[in-house]
Each structure stands twice: as structure tokens, then as C-alpha cells.
């Protein structure tokens, strides 16, 4: 089975992120791309530009010491320049460890990610996790 541009686009950003591909992962965004992030912890909002996304990027890699890893399970797409991706994240801070459910929904702007708007299974535990 084939598989629609906006879905490769979305893997080949997982695989990248996977990779600490920062460079790759920053070419797959549009120059004001947001990613909204859920919850009352110092992660939390809005961050905006190619640059803060990466950034935050970065601190859920430093914050966790590299024991981060996402694992994708699908990625779904309406051929209209929407993506959903579901993914388990993992992680350790300090003393504390999470394993999590995420969803991702991605606005595609001209084969490129403009916006991303995360969802999680339990935004208390994220909360507290990311505090």
C-alpha cells in the first residue's frame, strides 16, 4: 500500500526526532511553525517559530538526560493538509519516570508542518512529570 505525502512527512519527522536529527526535523517546518503544548508545567504553551520548536525539543532531551524515546504507532491522514500521529513517549527525570500516550495533530501548509497541536493521555501526570 502506498502512503500519502503528509504521512511520510510526519515519519520522516519521527525518525528524525528519533535521531536527534535537528537539522532534518527543522527542514520539515514551515520558518513559523508552532507546536502548542498542554498543561501548567514550565513546557507548557505556545512555542512558536522553527527555532523555539527546536528548542523545545532539545529540553525534553536535556530534561530527560537522553532517556527519551518516542515510539510511533500510526499516523493518520485526510489528504487535505492534516496529519494525527498516536505515539508512546517514555522517559526518566530524576527520580521519576513516564510512559505516556500522545497524540499529535499537524497542519501541513505546502508539504511542510505549520502547526502542531499536542494532546496527552494524562495531562496531570505530564504535569507533574515535566515540574
Known amino acids: 500500500m502506498s502512503q500519502h505525502p503528509d504521512a511520510t512527512l510526519i515519519r520522516r519527522g519521527y525518525e528524525a526526532f528519533g ?3 535537528m537539522d532534518t526535523l ?4 514551515t520558518a513559523d511553525v508552532i507546536h502548542h ?3 501548567n508545567n514550565p513546557l507548557s504553551g505556545h512555542h512558536k517559530g522553527r527555532e ?4 523545545l525539543y532539545r529540553r525534553l532531551a536535556e530534561e530527560t538526560n537522553g532517556t527519551m524515546a518516542v515510539d510511533l504507532h500510526s499516523v493518520l491522514v485526510d489528504g ?6 498516536l505515539h508512546t513517549f517514555r522517559g ?12 499529535f495533530f499537524f497542519t501541513i501548509v505546502g508539504g511542510k508542518i505549520s502547526d502542531i497541536d499536542e494532546c496527552t ?3 496531570d501526570e ?5 515540574s
Open 80 to 85: 487535505r493538509g492534516h496529519a494525527i500521529s
Open 52 to 55: 523555539a520548536v527546536l528548542g
Open 37 to 39: 503544548v498542554p498543561g
Open 19 to 21: 535521531k536527534g536529527d
Open 26 to 29: 527543522g527542514s520539515l517546518m
Open 92 to 103: 526518566d527525570r530524576g527520580d521519576r519516570g513516564m510512559e505516556i500516550q500522545h497524540g
Open 121 to 123: 493521555q494524562d495531562i
Open 126 to 130: 505530564e504535569d507533574v512529570f515535566w
